[in-house]
């Protein structure tokens, strides 16, 4: 399933003057739709995820191989956190520069206190 998908170039404008009335009706067609994305993805390392451990590796690769081909431009943070502990393995860094996981640099151990995480 695509991430970014129009069904039309089609599109209708409503331009609007200060006084927020409608000025009249316009309509345009999309030449040409550039993106400024940023993902920002958190990832539970905890021992829970351990039962998951293999399907969480083959999704985020997946999930990556998607935005590269349908959101060429985008830029992702991605961390990892366990317990109080948060990593950050890439910031604001181009997609095709992250690196895919694997068993030896994702590997669930610790304990999950997801909101301590997070807040951090």
Do not use: C
Request: proline content about 6%; overall charge negative.
């Amino acid at each position: 399933m695509p991430l970014i998908k129009f069904e039309t170039e089609e599109f209708i404008a409503l331009p609007i003057n200060k006084s927020g009335v409608t000025t009249g009706r316009s309509t345009s067609k999309i030449k040409e739709y550039k993106t400024e994305a940023h993902i920002g993805f958190i990832l539970d390392e905890s021992s829970s995820m351990a039962v998951v451990w293999q399907d969480t590796i083959t999704g985020f690769n997946y999930y990556i191989a998607q935005l590269r081909e349908e959101v060429p431009g985008a830029k992702m943070t991605f961390a990892t956190f366990v317990a109080d502990k948060v990593k950050v393995r890439g910031e604001d860094r181009p997609i095709d520069e992250v690196l895919p996981l694997n068993t030896k640099t994702y590997t669930p151990y610790g304990s999950t206190p997801l909101v301590d995480s997070v807040m951090r």
